[in-house]
């Protein structure tokens, strides 16, 4: 296996999106390359195996695919074993389709009828793109959804077709108040994008100071994590991300204005939607989560003829900001996606971590599915998309 | 002159909405009473003598005297000397109406042809609730708006209406991104309220640490500020709010997270609407702001026949979180100017500081205006609001 870089900055979710200077990723453990092929036929032949139907193992397939090619492993790959686990035990339903409850010409009321969140996903924003396109503006709200993984997936769907994307999700309780010990809603997360001539804005984010996924992250590579990040049980915030993972408390960014966004999604996700919110959330994934997920699409057309060029006025002037430092110019929500799309296609691969891959040949075993070839000498091969 | 309490941990923006646990006011300088109804006088005859016709008058006036009865200082009052000299300058126009430049079901574009920010605001919170009444959501965009003070009156307008409201506007730049030193962006504010039986969740707050007018306060109370809510003209982060208010350089709430979320609404309310953004906006009220501002209204009566119920029951969930400290309970958005409203029921009038009092002696001065009156003995009348 060749060891290769290890983007381990960008598998926190919680980076996604941000112009934060994170330098390029520092050889840190052992990483192999998977062809991106086939790191599509895996998935779908796992899926396939437990039941989904070609069409949407197709879907999910490239979901999956796409958020490893922005860097966004914690979404990616890392997630089909959860995906197939809930499949099998039916807290995500093979072969459930979302309907809608409710609708006007603006708004819909969806129930996920505990389909996987990237269908669920994918249909209300379709449906909220739609709306906009004769109202001006979709809102559309859904229930009984499972984790959608990678929200500005589906902003972005709002983005491609010249409409702004707004996305955002509940999750299970894992954030505490500030001056509190114990956590009542979750790192609820929010996308946004829109796209002008020259640039895309593309933010994708939570409103705690990372995620669940970095603390992992950090166990998984020996590391400390710094203060701020999660606390221990006592609600005292720890190094250890050991002791952080036992307790699932994360602080909110910004203490308490991260805290108050991130109710005002759970108010909209959750208790708008009839959806499960706060603590009603189970956190042991012992029963289906019946997430809420919010999905507004919004028609510049309908506002401004330029729309674009303010837009990329916009984006040049925030870029144009002067950095403290030269080496270190600001960057737009998004820029770092671009920049680990680039580094895939320099690979020519994607850069999975030995672990993960591990985790996959027992997954492939237990399915009798064929494990993840690595791209030893193919690494040459051409991306396919 | 009654030496009393004074709020000073309410006078910043950033602090209206969230649950911090803020102490009690502290004595830390003069102020004096001044009854609701003479503030409310005070400000007509001020308003009148420019020229505001006397229906617009009643509506400003009970604007800002609400604004110091919640305990946001900053938006109430201490903002009238600002208000009379645009509306002097012309930057903001006596007899401006906003007119509506093209509309849908759900939405509408809003020219607010320079007139009073509250005058704007009312308008279009007003229009998004009767179409969030017929389509279930109503999102309005204002261009050509002028400083609209505390944006969750605007909220609360449609919570009242027993309908969720969110309000957004940019501001001048004000704001870094991080690692940078130069702002590009405003400390943009956003508001949301909602009611249920129970409880009320009234979250208003800006995107940086804390607002200009917390440096003001620091500066004449002669205060070191903390590190970390704004930087000298090198961009470094300093302790005095003198340099700090020469360089205006705020750091945003939770980082890029802070900044990312202030770039969103600036990208909704100035680049969508047409108004200025960014550092298109004059930071020295050279000119007309011509600022930028949404206003979102969504009916949950098209969602859920028993949201009020959910909505309390998320709220009762938030506010039993464990606390750090049994002494310090953990606050709903809202709670804080609750309390303030109950301290000037208490006092039976509002707390004034001395300086803003001797600066409104000059403007009587200048206006020829009956000086405010202060309520020596008068303090044990009762409060007319």
Redo the contacts between chains.
Sequence with gaps: MLPLLRPAQWLGSCFR?????VPFPQQRGETSLVLVDEARRFIQDCLMRVGVSPSKVRCISEFLVVADYRGNFGHGLNRLDVYLSDLQRGYAKVDAEPTVI?E????A?VNGNSALGVLVGNFCMDLAVKKAQ????G?V?ARESHHFGMASWYAFRAAVQGL?GMVMSNSAPTM??????????GPNCLA?C?KGKDYH?V?D?A?S?RDIGALEWACINDEYIPHGWAANKG?ISTCFPNLALRSSLLF???????Y??S??I???C?????AQ???HIPLDQSQPANLGQVFIA?D?A???PN?ME??DD?CG??Q??????ES?P?RL?GELERMHMNYVEDLRALPYPNTLLTKYKDVAFKLCVKPIELAFERCQSKKSF
Tied chains: 1, 2.
């Design positions: 999106g941000y112009h934060m200077p409710s006007t010409v603006a708004t009321h004769s109202a001006g503006i809102f709200v702004a505490m108040a500030p001056n509190s010990k114990s956590a009542t809603i946004f829109v804005f933010l984010m409103a100071m609600g909110p960014a910004g203490g308490h204005k991260g108050c966004m109710a005002v759970d108010l909209l959750g208790v708008l939607s009839g919110y706060a603590t919004l510049p309908f506002f401004l729309f303010r837009l916009f002037r925030i144009n900001s002067q950095p403290a430092e270190n600001i929500p």
